[in-house]
């Protein structure tokens, strides 16, 4: 009781503090549950981006069915807040819901409009977010989705590959290539772009994406020197998906040039 109690007061000092203390919270009673659910309903809806996402981490921690059900309105409002620190934690918590209540709560809270918006914002890790979401839609649902969202996916996949992002890493190769921004997120994305492609007749978007990715995997595929295991492996990770990409798009000349890199690959990482 005295750690939500904390957690209500005015200083974002002592909130900070109750808000971990709640998020330690393993479960509680009904009327430790009702404080909370007035807690957050009050903090979700205040001014300070601040406070905003420090409850929405606390409720990523902590969420449950009940809680899910009060919030979910207040949950799809903040996926157009204007910081994009609250969008991502917004989509986060959602996604957390989903794990709880399946890809229904998906979507309830984050209809193809609010899709499409997300996929263009400005915030890369937002869009990341937005990708383990839409890998959840049912295939039933998929075509709404992909119509709106397929465009805005392939640009985010451009904006990886040419511009640093959060996590991103230099490699040492050619001056004249481009280092490959945060594999963890291409990767990502171009399994969400893969599941929403599924069924679309046109594979435009999907191939121009393919091809573009295929020309800057190369420089630190053949130069992985300063790059961890664990960055090759994505590499690969990332050569693989996009193998089965081609294939699936029946380009000829895009499957050659994925075969010609696997083959590199395999003879870098051979055991000698």
Not at 81 to 100: D, K, M
Not at 118 to 134: F, G, Q, S, Y
Request: aromatic share 4%.
């Amino acid at each position: 009781m005295f750690i939500v109690q904390l957690a209500s007061v005015q200083s974002e000092r002592e909130k900070r503090l109750g808000y971990l203390c709640v998020a330690q919270m393993l479960g509680c009673e009904p009327e430790l549950q009702i404080l909370l659910t007035n807690l957050f309903s009050n903090d979700l809806n205040v001014g300070s981006s601040a406070v905003i996402c420090m409850a929405l981490h606390t409720l990523t921690c902590i969420l449950n069915p009940m809680l899910l059900s009060v919030l979910t309105p207040r949950l799809s409002a903040l996926l157009s807040h204007r910081e994009c620190a609250v969008r991502r934690r917004a989509v986060l918590c959602i996604h957390r819901g989903s794990q709880l209540l399946g890809p229904a709560i998906v979507l309830q809270v984050v209809p193809p409009e609010i899709a499409e918006k997300l996929a263009t914002d400005v915030d890369p890790a937002t869009v990341n977010a937005l990708c383990i979401l839409l890998q959840q839609i049912p295939p039933h649902r998929r075509a709404v989705y992909s119509d709106r969202c397929l465009t805005p996916l392939s640009k985010y996949i451009q904006t990886l590959i040419y511009r640093r992002v959060h996590g991103s890493y230099n490699y040492v190769g050619s001056a004249q290539q481009q280092p490959l921004a945060a594999p963890w997120f291409l990767l990502n994305a171009l399994t969400t772009l893969n599941t929403l492609a599924v069924g679309i007749p046109d594979k435009s978007v999907l191939v121009a994406c393919v091809g573009r990715v295929l020309d800057v995997l190369e420089a630190p595929i053949t130069h992985p020197l300063g790059s961890t295991p664990t960055i090759n492996a994505l590499h690969i990770a990332i050569l693989l998906r996009l193998a089965g990409s081609v294939q699936y798009c029946g380009i000829r000349s895009l499957v050659q040039q994925a075969s010609h890199l696997l083959q590199k690959v395999v003879s870098l990482h051979a055991p000698t």
